[in-house]
């Protein structure tokens, strides 16, 4: 079969953004890899070059005026959407892509809806979490009593779409009425850990600190569990870091606490190489990449009991879920880190766990649903 041209249209892509970028550039690489050609667009940064390729796919950027790399205003997505259209557009005149494969109904979809419209282009769309009514509702409700009347047809028109996890999917189907095949969002996986304790035992936690991951309530949890002997590293940044340091330090737990701020991927793989469990005090999830990762590296996760952790943690099996308080996590990290034995049977489980997340089968998945899409089969 000849290879596909791709577009990929997605309003945030590394450096910007977070885990739907990042999802988003894995498949890319791994479908380029694959001999097809791959093109995207996205929005840019003053810092970063317009045109480049990265891992076989070219990715095109349009000024965005964004003002943060990790966060996007609904202003600034209203703007993607007036940006975005006419050199999405322009790709499909010049280059005629096959397929479009937009991540995100909420703004990216609009963009792949319009050019559809125009060109009749099929489009594959990618819901993640925010763009679900109902996934982020302390960030979105308000928006999308607004937008989901003109959402509808986006759904409606898309050849196919996909979810990155049951969650999302549960969400989508109710909101639209149209099931999604769920695609886990993938990893390319190393050799199988060997699984070592650490000493004292470490916790991770990786992540934007924003109100939708709720990170000052690990301090307030961690402070219960003083007792214990432990270490915490955050890796990330965001608007409640000084809240945290300062909640670490009232609280009396400042030097088992250390702040890394953002670090790259294979830094980021050292640290949970290092580490024997993750810490996950979300309001809300889609399927969070940090959590795979740490699947892959053989960590016990801690996590809230929320809808998008469910493929990914098993309670008392590779980890353990409570209510979102100070006590049900405190219980939880007591479960965890009080045995060592049951922390070690975790750990074990995680690494069995992550062979579901095997990015081959992954792009094996991606691969057919745009084949099916480009071929008018979908």
Not at 44 to 61: N, S
Not at 169 to 190: F, K, M, Q, S, W
Not at 193 to 202: A, G, T
Not at 275 to 297: C, V, W, Y
Request: hydrophobic letters at 40%; aromatic letters at 6%; proline letters at 7%.
């Amino acid at each position: 079969m000849r290879p596909l041209r791709i577009l990929c249209l997605n309003y945030e892509y590394p450096p910007v953004g977070g885990g739907g970028g990042r999802v988003a550039h894995r498949i890319n690489a791994g479908l380029a890899a694959r001999g097809h050609e791959v093109r995207v667009h996205t929005a840019g940064l003053k810092h970063l070059p317009p045109r480049e390729t990265v891992d076989g796919v070219e990715i095109f950027r349009t000024p965005s005026f964004r003002k943060k790399e990790d966060t996007c205003t609904v202003p600034e997505m209203a703007l993607y959407i007036a940006t975005n259209v006419l050199p999405t557009l322009g790709h499909i005149r010049r280059w005629q892509p096959d397929v479009i494969h937009a991540h995100f109904a909420v703004p990216t979809g609009v963009v792949a809806y319009k050019a559809s419209l125009l060109t009749g282009t099929p489009y594959v769309l990618t819901a993640h979490l925010g763009d679900v009514p109902g996934g982020v509702p302390e960030q979105t409700a308000g928006l999308f009593r607004f937008v989901e009347p003109f959402t509808r047809p986006i759904w409606k028109r898309a050849s196919a779409i996909t979810a990155v996890s049951t969650f999302v999917a549960d969400l989508a189907e109710t909101a639209y009425h149209r099931r999604p095949e769920v695609v886990l969002n993938g990893i390319p996986r190393g050799p199988r850990p060997e699984i070592r304790l650490q000493s004292p035992p470490r916790i991770l936690m990786v992540g934007r600190l924003s109100v939708q991951k709720n990170p000052v309530l690990a301090i307030h949890s961690l402070a219960l569990v003083k007792h214990l002997p432990w270490q915490f590293t955050v890796i990330g940044d965001g608007p409640l870091r000084a809240e945290m340091e300062a909640e670490a330090r009232r609280l009396d737990i400042g030097s088992q606490v250390k702040f890394r701020g953002w670090l790259d991927g294979d830094r980021v793989r050292n640290e949970m190489a290092n580490a024997d469990a993750l810490l996950l005090t979300s309001t809300s999830e889609g399927l969070p990449m940090a959590a795979i990762e740490a699947l892959d590296r053989g960590l016990a996760i801690v996590s809230s009991r929320i809808g998008g952790v469910n493929d990914v943690v098993e309670d008392g099996v590779n980890g353990a879920t409570c209510d979102l308080t100070p006590e049900g996590f405190a219980a939880a990290l007591q479960k965890v880190l009080g045995d060592p034995d049951r922390l070690r049977s975790m750990r074990e489980a995680s690494s069995r766990m992550a062979e579901k997340f095997d990015l081959p089968r992954i792009l094996d998945a991606y691969e057919r649903i745009l084949r099916a899409a480009a071929s008018g089969a979908a």
